[in-house]
C-alpha cells in the first residue's frame, strides 16, 4: 500500500467557523497530505493562497518579512528582529523605512487576494493575524502533537494516520529559496522536526506488522538520509521481519563503514546492538503482539486522595503566569535556545527541565516569564502553574506548600488535599500526567524545593530559575543569563525613557551602561528614575552615579532595588560563607586567585579553591579564567562589592579586618618573594625585611611560580594594589618589602613608571612610620631607577643618603647595593678607578652578607671596567668566576649579563665571528626569559659586531629592532643613541667600540 493511499483528512485538522468554511476551501485547495492546504505555507518554498489563487510574493526582503511573520503566526514581531533577518549584521539607516514599505505591499496583497488575515501594527512591531489553522506548520505541529497523544494511548493506527498527513504536508525544504540566513536555522530546525515525525511513523508501523510494505519506503530515507541511524534501523528490522536477514545485516555493514570512512566514528550503541539481535536471531526482534487501546481516563490517584474524594479530572485550567514585560530585551539567541529546550521532544513524552540561571539583577525572571508567555498558547494550552519559591524576607517556600497552591490551581478543594508531602506530589503528578501544562519555579534555592515539583510525565514542560548551581537536579538542561550587551542596553533604554532622550545624550548613555555593567535590573532602576523626572539630564544621575559609597542607595526606585535584590542572595549563605564575601571586599583589583580567601580567614586546607565555590554557586562570585591546573580567578561585581564592603563592620571586627589584610597582604609577599628566589637561585641581590609572611599552599605555589617572571607580569595589577593597601593600612614593613621585590619585574620588562610609583607610596608609609631600614631600602632603589632611566645625577644624592643609613644600621646587603650603584654613577663622570674601588668594597660586603649572585653582577661590571683598559687576562677571571656562580645558582639572568660582557671583551679582541657567536646566544637566553631591557642591549651589541664585519644591511636590521625594544620600554635615550648609531653606519665607517 502506497502512502498516498493511507492518507486520508482527520476530522480534526483544519476546522474553520462555518460561515468561512465554503470559501477556505475553494481557495485553498488540498494538498498531497489530505489536508487542506493553509492559505500561508512554509513547508517547502513560501506560498500564500487567497480567495482568487494563488498570490506573487515578491523575492527577497518581501519574501522574508512574511516568511518571519508566518512563523510567529499571532504574535509580535518586533521590527528590530525583522531588520536583523533581512540584514543580519548590516541593516542600513533607511531599514526600518523599508521593512515598513515591505509591510505595506504585504497588507495590500492579502487585500487583492481574498484573505481572511491582516497584518497589525505595534509599537514595537507586527502581528499577523489570523485563524491558528492558516499556516502549514501549525497544522503540522498540531497534527503530530495528536498523533504521538494516540500513539501513547495505545492508538497507534490512527496516530500514523496523522502522521502520514502531518509529512504529507511538506513540498519541500522550510522555505527554500529565501535568502536569510537567520530563517535559515530556524527552518533547518523544522526540516528535523519532519524526519522525527518520519521516524516516529516508521516505528508505529513497524509494530503494526507493517514491515513488508515499508521497505521500499524506508530504502530511499536510508539513501536520502544516510546518517540518521534510526531510520537505518528500521529498515534492518523491516528487512529481518520479511526474511530478509542477511540484507538487514548489509545494511548495517553499510552504515558501518560510511561513518568510519566519512566521521572516522562507530556506529552508535543502539545500532550495533541490533545488528547483534538480527545476527543471533534474538526471539526479542519477533513482533509483539500489538497492544490493545486503553482507556483515555486519567490515572487513579493514591489510596490516601481516593479516601478523600478528590477527582482529578476534569481539572480546572490554571493561568498563573505573571505578566510579561513589554519592553523586554535580551539576547534572541538564548531566548530561543530555552524556548526550544523546553519543547524539544514534547511529542516524545520527554519531560524538559530547563534551568534558567544568573547572579542578582541579571534578568534570568523577566526571561523564563517571557519564555513562558511565548510558549503558553500552542505548546502548553492546558496551563501554566506559576510559583515564586523565595518568599517575603527570603525565606525559601517548601515543596508542601507550593504543592498545596498548585492543587488548589488545579481544581481540587482544600480539604481534598493530603497532609503528606509525598501524597501531595502524587496527586499533582497523576492530575498533570495527560495534559500540556508549563510548570515555571521562580527564583528556587535548592533541589529538594524542586524535585517534588517536577511532573511524572513528558506531556508538561518546567522551567526554573536560580540563582544557584542546582547541579544534583538530573536531566536538565542549563542556561546562564548574562548582563546586556551595550546595544542591548541602550535598546533597553530606548525602550523606558524614550528614544530622544538617549540620542540627546549618547555618550551619557553609554557611560551609564557601563558604570553598572549592562545589569538589566540596574537598567531598569535608572530607567524609572529617568522616566519620573523628564526634565533630568541622563548626565546627571551619571554623575550621582559615580560616587561608590552611593550608589547602592541611588539604584533604589519604588519597590525596585540592587541592595534588596543582593540582599536575598547574601541572607541565603551560611554564616562563614556571608564572613567570607565580606571578607573578600577588602581585596581591590579587577580579579583574585583561589588562594586568597583562604589567606583573608586564615585557613590552610590543601585546595583553598573550595572556600569560594558557595559564593560561585550563588553567583556572588563570578570565574574569569581556569589554568590548566585547574586554578581560577575570580571577580566581585561592583554592586556586591559595595553590598559586601556595606555588611563588613556588622560582620567582621576591626581587629579582624586588621589580621584578614595583613595576612592578604602577606600573601602576596611570599609568592612574590618565591618569585624573586626561583628567577635568583635564592634571596640574592635585594635586602629583606621583617614583615609576616603567609604562605598559600605549596602545590599551589608550584603551579602559580612554574614562569615566575611571566606570573608577575600576570598579577601586576593586583600586586600594584596590594602595595597601596598596605601603606593605607599601616602595613609599613610589608609596602617596602612588596616595593622593593617587584624591581626585578620593572627592571626585566621595563616599566619605570610603576617601579618610581610603588617607592614613591612605600616612602610615604615607611617615612610616616620612621622605619629606618625602610627608608633606605627604599631610597636606594630610587637610586637604581634613575640609573635605569640614564640619570646619573639624580642617582646619587638617593644613594648617599641611602647608604649612611645602612652603614648607622649595620645592613651590609643594603651597603654593597648602594655601593655598587654609586661605582655607575662615577663611572659616568669617567671615574673608573674610583668606581673599581667602590666596587671592590661593595664585593667585599656581599662575600660577608653570603649573596653570591649580587657578587657575580659586580665582578661583571668590574670587568667591563678591565676591559676597557684592556687588561683582558683579569676580564676574564672576572668573567669565569661570575659565570660559574651563576651556573651553580641557576640563575639564567646573570649568565646572559656575564656571556654579553665576554662577548663585548671578544669585540675589544677584533675576534667578531666569535663575539657574534657568543651574543647570539645571550640573545636567545633574554628572549626565552622576557628580558626586554637585556634584549635591546644585546641587540646594539650585535649592530656593533656586524658594524665591524661590514655587514651594513643586518646592522642596521639590528640597530632598528634595538631601538624598537627600547622604546618599547620607554628608554627614549639608549633608543636616541641606537639610531645616533644607524647614522653614523650609514654616514661613514665605524672606527671604534665602546
Request: glycine share 8%.
Amino acid at each position: 500500500m502506497s502512502s498516498a493511499a493511507r492518507l486520508r483528512e482527520p476530522d480534526q485538522v483544519w476546522r474553520l467557523p462555518q460561515k468561512q468554511g465554503v470559501r477556505m476551501a475553494a481557495w485553498a485547495g488540498y494538498d498531497g497530505s489530505g489536508v487542506a492546504a493553509a492559505p500561508f505555507r512554509v513547508l517547502g518554498p513560501l506560498e500564500m493562497s487567497g480567495e482568487l489563487g494563488t498570490v506573487y510574493v515578491a523575492p527577497g526582503r518581501q519574501e522574508i518579512v512574511l516568511g518571519a511573520l508566518v512563523l510567529e503566526l499571532n504574535r509580535l514581531v518586533e521590527t528590530t528582529y525583522l531588520e536583523h533577518v533581512i540584514w543580519a549584521h548590516d541593516p542600513p539607516k533607511t531599514a526600518r523605512t523599508q521593512v515598513q514599505i515591505c509591510v505595506s505591499r504585504l497588507r495590500k496583497a492579502l487585500a487583492e487576494g481574498g484573505f481572511d488575515a491582516t497584518i497589525e501594527t505595534r509599537a514595537r512591531g507586527y502581528i499577523l493575524r489570523a485563524p491558528e489553522d492558516a499556516t502549514d506548520v501549525g497544522n503540522f505541529r498540531r497534527l503530530v502533537t495528536q498523533a504521538h497523544v494516540l500513539a501513547r494511548d495505545g492508538l497507534k493506527a490512527p496516530a500514523v494516520d496523522l502522521l502520514r498527513s502531518a509529512i504529507g504536508l511538506w513540498r519541500g525544504r522550510c522555505l527554500a529559496g529565501v535568502p536569510s540566513e537567520v530563517l535559515a536555522g530556524t527552518a533547518a530546525q523544522l526540516d528535523e522536526s519532519r524526519l522525527d515525525a518520519v521516524e516516529t511513523c516508521m516505528r508505529l508501523e513497524l509494530e503494526l506488522d507493517r514491515h513488508e510494505h515499508l521497505v521500499g519506503e524506508l530504502q530511499q530515507l536510508v539513501a536520502n538520509h544516510p546518517l540518521r541511524e534510526r531510520l537505518r534501523g528500521h529498515l534492518m528490522v523491516a528487512l529481518y521481519r520479511s526474511g530478509r536477514q542477511a540484507e538487514a545485516l548489509d545494511i548495517y555493514h553499510q552504515g558501518r563503514v560510511m561513518l568510519t570512512e566519512e566521521l572516522g566514528l562507530d556506529p552508535g550503541r543502539e545500532l550495533r546492538d541490533l545488528a547483534q539481535a538480527i545476527l543471533t536471531d534474538d526471539a526479542d526482534l519477533a513482533l509483539a503482539e500489538p497492544a490493545e487501546p486503553h482507556s483515555l481516563a486519567s490515572t487513579p490517584l493514591s489510596e490516601a486522595a481516593q479516601k478523600r474524594g478528590a477527582d482529578p479530572g476534569p481539572c480546572a485550567t490554571a493561568r498563573q503566569l505573571p505578566a510579561d514585560i513589554g519592553d523586554f530585551v535580551a539576547d534572541d539567541t538564548i531566548v530561543s535556545a530555552v524556548c526550544d529546550a523546553v519543547t524539544e521532544g514534547q511529542e516524545k513524552g520527554q519531560l524538559n527541565v530547563v534551568l534558567v540561571l544568573g547572579g542578582p539583577g541579571v534578568g534570568k525572571s523577566t526571561l523564563a516569564r517571557h519564555v513562558a508567555h511565548r510558549l503558553a498558547t500552542e505548546y502548553f494550552p492546558d496551563g501554566q502553574l506559576y510559583c515564586e519559591l523565595r518568599g517575603p524576607g527570603g525565606q525559601p517556600v517548601g515543596p508542601a506548600q507550593a504543592l498545596g497552591r498548585f492543587l488548589l490551581a488545579l481544581g481540587v478543594p482544600g480539604q481534598a488535599i493530603p497532609d503528606a508531602l509525598d501524597e501531595r506530589a502524587e496527586m499533582y503528578r497523576s492530575l498533570l500526567a495527560d495534559r500540556r501544562i508549563l510548570v515555571l519555579l521562580d527564583d528556587a534555592v535548592s533541589e529538594s524545593q524542586v524535585m517534588p515539583l517536577l511532573p511524572g510525565t513528558g506531556s508538561s514542560g518546567v522551567l526554573v530559575t536560580s540563582r544557584g548551581q542546582l547541579t544534583a537536579l538530573p536531566g536538565t538542561r542549563r542556561f546562564d543569563v548574562e548582563p546586556l550587551s551595550p546595544e542591548q542596553a541602550v535598546k533597553l533604554l530606548r525602550q523606558i525613557i524614550g528614544e530622544r532622550r538617549v540620542e540627546r545624550e549618547p555618550e551619557a548613555a553609554r557611560a551609564l551602561i557601563r558604570l553598572v555593567g549592562g545589569l538589566p535590573l540596574a537598567l531598569r532602576i535608572i530607567g524609572a528614575r529617568l522616566a519620573a523626572r523628564p526634565h533630568r539630564s541622563l548626565t546627571s544621575l551619571w554623575h550621582r552615579l559615580e560616587n561608590e559609597h552611593r550608589r547602592l542607595d541611588e539604584l533604589a526606585y519604588g519597590e525596585l532595588s540592587i541592595r534588596a535584590s543582593l540582599s536575598l542572595s547574601y541572607h541565603g549563605l551560611a554564616a562563614p560563607d556571608r564572613r567570607l564575601l565580606c571578607l573578600i571586599s577588602l581585596a581591590e583589583g579587577t580579579e583574585m586567585p583561589s588562594w586568597l580567601g583562604a589567606a583573608l580567614v586564615d585557613d590552610h586546607t590543601a585546595d583553598p579553591a573550595d572556600l569560594l565555590e558557595p559564593l560561585i554557586d550563588m553567583r556572588l562570585l563570578d570565574i574569569t579564567a581556569m589554568n590548566e591546573g585547574g586554578e581560577f580567578r575570580c571577580v566581585l561585581s561592583q554592586f556586591v562589592r559595595a553590598f559586601a564592603h556595606e555588611r563588613l563592620p556588622a560582620e567582621i571586627s576591626a581587629a579582624e579586618r586588621a589580621g584578614a589584610t595583613r595576612r592578604m597582604v602577606g600573601g602576596w609577599m611570599a609568592l612574590v618573594e618565591r618569585a624573586h628566589k626561583e628567577i635568583y637561585g635564592g634571596a640574592y641581590n635585594i635586602v629583606t625585611g621583617r614583615a609576616e609572611r603567609w604562605y598559600p599552599p605549596e602545590e599551589h605555589v608550584r603551579r602559580c611560580l612554574r614562569d615566575p617572571l611571566g606570573w608577575l607580569e600576570s598579577e601586576q595589577t593586583n600586586l600594584l594594589n596590594a602595595v597601596e593597601l598596605a601603606a593605607r593600612s599601616g602595613l609599613d614593613e610589608l609596602c617596602w618589602e612588596l616595593a622593593t621585590t617587584l624591581v626585578m619585574l620593572y627592571e626585566a620588562r621595563g616599566y619605570p613608571e610603576l617601579w618610581e610609583r610603588t617607592h614613591r607610596i612605600a616612602l610615604t608609609a615607611v617615612q610616616e612610620a620612621g622605619n629606618e631600614r625602610g627608608q633606605a631600602a627604599i631610597l636606594g632603589s630610587f637610586g637604581t631607577v634613575h640609573l635605569y632611566r640614564g640619570e646619573p645625577e639624580a642617582a646619587g644624592p638617593y644613594l648617599s643618603t641611602a647608604l649612611e643609613i645602612f652603614e648607622r644600621i649595620g645592613e651590609l646587603s643594603g651597603q654593597a647595593l648602594c655601593l655598587r650603584d654609586l661605582a655607575r654613577v662615577e663611572r659616568h663622570h669617567g671615574g673608573d678607578d674610583r668606581a673599581l674601588a667602590l666596587y671592590e668594597r661593595a664585593e667585599r660586603n656581599l662575600v660577608r652578607a653570603q649573596d653570591v649572585i649580587g657578587r657575580a653582577y659586580v665582578l661583571g661590571e668590574m670587568a667591563h671596567i678591565t676591559m676597557q683598559q684592556r687588561d683582558f687576562a683579569r676580564t676574564r677571571s672576572y668573567l669565569d668566576e661570575a659565570l660559574g656562580i651563576c651556573r651553580s645558582a641557576g640563575f639564567d639572568r646573570g649568565q646572559a649579563l656575564a656571556l654579553r660582557r665576554l662577548g663585548q671583551m671578544l669585540m675589544y679582541q677584533h675576534r667578531y665571528e666569535a663575539a657574534e657567536r657568543t651574543l647570539l646566544e645571550v640573545l636567545a637566553m633574554v628572549r626565552a626569559s622576557g628580558d626586554l631591557v637585556g634584549e635591546g642591549y644585546v641587540l646594539h651589541d650585535l649592530g656593533q659586531v656586524n658594524a665591524h664585519l661590514g655587514r651594513v644591511e643586518r646592522a642596521v636590521q639590528y640597530y632598528s629592532q634595538s631601538a624598537r625594544v627600547r622604546e618599547r620600554i620607554l628608554d627614549h635615550s639608549g633608543a636616541t643613541a641606537v639610531r645616533a648609531d644607524i647614522v653614523a653606519i650609514l654616514g661613514s665607517p665605524m672606527t671604534s667600540v665602546g
